[in-house]
């Protein structure tokens, strides 16, 4: 069932090769690479997801000792797996991959954006983050704390960089996520499909003269919106002005005096506790 | 009034030898670096600070335009100033410092506990955090969420390392922080001084029997404590079940199911975020 491979030519690795470089692949759909898990936790979140896994690879040891998690048997249907030793996964890899677990998996159709938001209750989206880091922490983050689904608008990274898999340790491969379609000018005009979704769109920003985010989560009343977009821009520039006035309410995270803004990560954290908050 | 250095192997330059293992100085006493700050920002924070400057140096276009800045000169006092080239600092550093502006102090003498808790009102307390990510960033969201100092117990990895300072954005040089003095295995005894002097003691913990976090920092007429003191322990073990015995109360950040706990940093900004807004 587990074949080896001694020799680190052989095509049936192919989709491990040169890991550094493997976001870049002219010779797929887009010239995007595969999705790529590392270690076996995020080997396991990729096998339960609805990406169609293609391989598993590791050392010898670190196959068995996965396979005798309980459940993993049953999430690996007829994926090929292949054990490999240290020196020549580093040939492949192109670097010495001590975790010595990995799978990779197709990219699946894009999720379509009324799915996404179908039975959602608390979305995040983002607006020109180009971190990968960032991104991965997001997802990270929004699983811990509840938020359904992470929805992008212009000027993001993608999501399903390697980088970004890991970081988010395998959350973006449960978390659904979607993208606006419009053009990169336009595309805020699409959250008013939000809005009749019955979403209240919520723009972060450190502008003093925005409401304290606890306030902006709740109506008048203080009684939590049943639905609640949290939109975030880039470290630095932060949200465009038009895409801010397409939104409800613009809020902030109280700064002490003369401190910089938070990390990205960070402030959309804090925004994503604080709409659990509401909604105790 | 700035000396130009053209030969990397001038003693003036010592400070900033092989940067990448600057924090170890078996001829310093302790064995430990100077600091560095790097970087117009963090260089300028260090100027304003309790630290003794030792030696500013940088490109000259990038010298230029820091004492360019408004309010620098006043803070240069006596401080030495050297211009030199990218590849002379290159050589000197043992990597391509494209920055191009730097700075080295003296370690001051450490501040004293009282002195440090005399007038805050709210205090992190960390326990066996070891990665200077982590306390970089939380020394970066401390400064912006108000917290007034930041004390370490057993095991903590030193918060003057080159990377930390540079991951704090400088509020590492500004933010008061103490070392309690005890015995790796009775420092959290030390606690009761904080008691003593009227902070309340909150363990951050992801066990599900704690409090909710927003409930652990006001007492049960839902007022404010008036000085709070959070304890974190490190990603992964945590706070040590004697240190969460010697404080007042064990406070949880809600999680989803089936997903991990946060960054360290994330989870404390967190923390800062819910004490500020405590005292709104």
Redesign the interface.
Known sequence: MVTHIANSNDPRLDDFRNLNQSDNRPDLPGGKGLVIAEGPLVVERLLASRFPVRRVIGFPAKLESFFAQPGIAQLMGGVEVYSLDRPTLAEVAGFDMHRGLLASADRPAALPMDEVIGNARTVAILEGVGDHENIG?MF??A????VDAILFGNGCADPLYRRVVRVS?G?VLRTPFAHFGGKSTTWHKELALLQEAGFHLVSLTPDHQAE?L?DALVDSSGKPYEKVALLIGAEGPGLRERTMRSTNIRAR????EG?????L??AA??AF??R??SL?
Do not use: F
């Not at 699983?143 to 509840?146: I, K």
């Open positions: 922490s990270r983050n699983a811990g704390m509840g340790m959350h304290h606890s995270i109280p700064m002490a401190t910089d803004s938070l990390n990560a960070t954290a804090i506790y604080e659990q908050r105790r």
